[in-house]
Each structure stands twice: as structure tokens, then as C-alpha cells.
């Protein structure tokens, strides 16, 4: 009950509280309580935001590699679980985000939308398309950590991966669920392997057959996007778009999605590898992924290590890599093959991520900037190239006629070398140094310039006799191996 008193001009209040009407509001209040419509959200608050890099306090029972979501919608991905803070990857811009602004669990893991919808379309690491072509209905989500095959899931290498190239399904071969590594300082043609080993499978993709098909997924990591560009370019016009997703995270993304890029890309691949079919994926390039990840883990106050690298730098890679297999039998026989590009400084390939990338992968092709600038395209140095599994794969007739291919340019190799400071031969080197050129010429190839196993075949096998030495090279010839005809035995004249 409140009443009023008037003493000199002011008026007072009093208020006087009735305990059965504070016990009926309460009884009133409980009865109406619903434990299942209650709801416990925890909701965490920016501290510090700069660099792409967030930090937040306030959700203790968050995961890692979970997606939160900031106040103005952009995405962000937990990373370090601290006991008072979490290190938050920022997944978009991150000019909105300021310090105070709250911070919502989402409960999900980061995944990236998979399906046969996304051949022929240009996506970000998020599965987010960019080509202006329309949304992309997709089949499924899949997570971008996953765990790689185990033992008893995979099979051995043993169907061969053309590429198109004679220097390497003669010398170094690829076989379907290998990891072959293509390794050398910029602009050497690294790039260029990678795009015309797709453009090969376009005979296969159009043969309608799914045991020879070959889906492909390029991921560009930090390249110009002139230059990703460029690579959709040359894939249309070859017709190799259509069975193939491009990732792309050029160099203007921030650094959390250039990390992310490459387990995008081997997600949306395993996706058809699981589903029975046959897949390669192109990283290129690793190297600049390992730069993004270097960048994330110093702001983030990881402890640096080896050329300010974090400790785990090498499951970085490793936990990538190990995605790429041929799969049992009981899992559908699919098969994942991996591409990883990695370039180098100065063909140095001692250094820290060269040297931990070649330890993945099953094998190297080095690309020497010496043969490159002496126009021998590709540049492949088949001295330090190999491959340790592509063998078992190779084409019986290939391995057959290349023979001792590779051992004859390494000792033309390390001949060529010896003679630059010779003044006199003899015979028997001359001979050899004649028959490596010729060689040498054989195995130029131009880029987009592909050539099938039955063209490879014939110019292979005169190189083994005799009568290959006392061949005069005629460049048309060299120039034009679809000219040449499986069924002569005698090179072309």
C-alpha cells in the first residue's frame, strides 16, 4: 500500500510491502517455469582485435577448430585454448571487429560444402564461390581436419597417373593415390606441369568411363590473382574446366584463409575419393602456405622456432599430405592423388620446408633453372627426380622402352660438365655427349602441348640401339611427335 503526506510543499512516499502478495507473484512465476525451454548460452567478449587476429574471453567450453561468430557476422575459427583467452583465426574482415563486441559459440565444426555442383566453379577456402556464376547447391559438408586413411584402408600404388609429358611418364611416373612432389626456384615451370597434367585427363573424363575419370581440384595459395586468373583461362580453353575446382586464396586474402586453402581443397577432393572416383589436387604452393601459417602463429604468440616457423610446421604439411592414397577395395577402390609445388631459393632444396615436404611425398621432380633458361621445357634435372612408388604403376610397354633412359642423361649430365673443362675427348665421350642432346631434344615439350603413351612410345625406343647415334636431328621432327608412328623401327628421319 503506498500513501501520501504533504509537509511543506514536498510529498513523500511510503511503501509498504504485503507477504502474501510477494509469495503469490513467486508461486505465479514457478508455476509457470518450463525447465525444457530453458537455454544456457555462453557468450565471450573481444578483448583485442588487429592483424586478423582476435582474442576472446568468456567461453570456457568452447572447441578447437570450432566457428564462432562476432557481433557483425563475420565468421572466426578457434585455434589457441588458453585458460583465460582463445586465439581466434578472423575468417573475413576484420576492419568491424573492436574491442568490448561479443563473441557467440556457433557448436560447429569448420567444414566446407562438397559435391559434384563445384566442378567448373571458382571457390574461396570457405566453398564460398567467386566467379560470379550463381550459389553452388551442394551434395554435403565436409570438415576440413580430418583424419587421413590408416593402414588397413589403403592399397598400393599400382594404376598409372599420365601427366603427358614423355621427360616424366618416361623417367619419373605417377601413379593413382601417390604424393609426388614438383620442386624448384620461381619460374621454372612448376605451374605449368600442374595445369597441363590436368588438361591430360580430359580423354579420360570424356570416355564417360568412371574407373578412368579424374575429377582435379587446383588450389592457388597466395598467387597474383592475375595469375589464378590465367590458370582458369587456360584450363577453359583446353575444355579442362569442367572437371575441375579451382580453390583459390590469392595473395590479397589474409593469411588465415591461405593457411586454410589446402585442407579446403583436400576436403572437396576426398569427398569424391571416399565416393569411389579418382582425384588429383594441385597445392601450389605450399611454401607461401607455410609463410600464411607462420604469420598466424606469431601473432597468435606461438613460440618460434627454426627460421621463426612454429614446432609443428611439419604436420602442417604432414597431416595434408597423408590424405592422398588409393583406397582398399572395400572403400570403393578410390584414389586421391597429390601434386604438392613448393619452390625453392637459389635450388636450394636444404632448406626447412623443401627438406620436410620431400620426407612426406613419395617422390620429387626438381626443376633446374639452368635448363630452364637453356629452353629445355620442361626443366626437369632427372639427376635428383624420383620416384619411389610410380614405378610399380608405370605402363609395362613405357618402362620397357625407356629403359635406361634416365641413368643415359645423368651420366650426359655429369659428361657435359666434365667437358667444359676438357680441351681434348676422346671418342667414346663424344659419342655419348652427341647421343644426350639428342635425347635431350627428344624430351622438349612444349606447355598445353600434350602426348599420349602411344605417341611417347616409338621416338623412346630407337634411343637404345646403335643406330640412334648416327641419327641427324631434324627439328620438325622433334617438334611434332604425333607425327611419329608406333609401328616403325627406325627413329625418325
Not at 666434365?418 to 671418342?427: I, K, P, R
Request: glycine share 8%.
Amino acid at each position: 500500500m503506498i500513501t501520501k503526506t504533504g509537509e511543506q510543499g514536498l510529498q513523500m512516499a511510503e511503501l509498504t510491502i504485503n507477504a502474501d502478495d510477494v509469495r503469490n507473484a513467486l508461486n505465479e512465476f514457478a508455476a509457470s517455469y518450463e525447465p525444457g525451454n530453458a537455454e544456457r548460452v555462453e557468450v565471450g567478449r573481444v578483448t583485442a582485435a588487429s592483424d586478423g587476429i582476435a582474442r576472446v574471453e568468456g567461453l570456457p567450453s568452447v572447441m578447437a577448430n570450432e566457428l564462432l561468430r562476432f557481433e557483425d557476422g563475420t565468421l572466426g575459427l578457434a585455434q589457441n585454448l588458453d585458460v583465460r583467452e582463445i586465439g581466434v583465426i578472423i575468417l573475413g574482415d576484420f576492419t568491424g571487429i573492436e574491442e568490448g563486441q561479443e563473441v557467440h559459440r556457433t557448436g560447429e565444426i569448420l567444414s566446407v560444402p562438397v559435391g559434384d555442383a563445384f566442378l567448373g566453379r571458382v571457390v574461396d577456402p570457405l566453398g564460398q564461390p567467386i566467379d560470379d556464376l550463381g550459389e553452388i547447391k551442394a551434395e554435403t559438408t565436409r570438415a576440413l581436419e580430418l583424419q587421413a586413411p590408416g593402414v588397413t584402408q589403403r592399397k598400393s600404388v599400382h594404376e598409372p597417373m599420365q601427366t603427358g609429358l614423355k621427360a616424366i611418364d618416361a623417367m619419373i611416373p605417377i601413379g593413382r593415390g601417390q604424393r609426388q612432389l614438383i620442386i624448384g626456384d620461381r619460374q621454372t615451370g612448376k605451374t605449368a606441369i600442374a595445369v597441363d597434367t590436368i588438361i591430360n585427363q580430359k580423354a579420360n573424363w570424356a570416355s564417360g568411363d568412371v574407373s578412368k575419370q579424374v575429377r582435379c581440384v587446383y588450389v592457388g595459395v597466395g598467387q597474383k590473382a592475375s595469375t589464378i586468373a590465367a590458370v582458369r583461362q587456360t584450363l577453359e580453353d583446353h575444355g579442362a574446366l569442367e572437371y575441375t575446382t579451382i580453390v583459390a586464396s590469392p595473395a590479397s586474402d589474409p593469411a588465415g584463409f591461405k593457411y586454410l586453402a589446402p585442407y579446403a581443397g583436400s576436403a572437396i577432393g576426398q569427398h569424391w575419393m571416399y565416393g569411389g572416383k579418382h582425384v588429383l589436387v594441385i597445392f601450389d604452393d605450399l611454401s607461401k602456405q607455410a609463410e600464411a601459417y607462420r604469420a598466424v602463429s606469431l601473432l597468435l604468440r606461438r613460440p618460434p622456432g627454426r627460421e621463426a616457423y612454429p614446432g609443428d610446421v611439419f604436420y602442417l604439411h604432414s597431416r595434408l599430405l597423408e590424405r592422398c592414397a588409393k583406397l582398399s577395395d572395400e572403400l570403393g577402390a578410390g584414389s586421391m592423388t597429390g601434386l604438392p609445388i613448393v619452390e625453392t631459393k637459389a635450388n636450394d632444396v636444404s632448406a626447412y620446408i623443401p627438406t620436410n615436404v620431400i620426407s612426406i611425398t613419395d617422390g620429387q621432380i626438381f626443376l633446374q633453372s639452368d635448363l630452364f633458361n637453356a629452353n629445355q621445357r620442361p626443366a626437369v634435372d632427372v639427376g635428383v627426380s624420383v620416384s619411389r612408388v610410380g614405378g610399380a604403376a608405370q605402363v609395362k610397354s613405357m618402362k620397357k622402352v625407356s629403359g635406361t633412359l634416365k641413368l643415359d642423361l645423368a651420366q650426359y649430365r655429369d659428361m657435359q660438365a666434365f667437358a667444359m673443362f676438357a680441351s681434348d675427348l676422346d671418342a667414346a665421350s663424344r659419342q655419348q655427349l652427341t647421343r644426350g642432346a639428342r635425347l635431350m631434344e627428344l624430351l622438349k615439350q612444349a606447355s598445353t602441348r600434350r602426348s599420349r603413351s602411344r605417341t611417347r612410345l616409338s621416338p623412346s625406343g630407337p634411343v637404345r640401339r646403335a643406330t640412334w647415334t648416327t641419327f641427324r636431328l631434324r627439328m620438325s621432327a622433334v617438334s611434332s611427335p604425333s607425327s611419329w608412328s608406333t609401328s616403325s623401327t627406325s627413329p625418325p628421319s
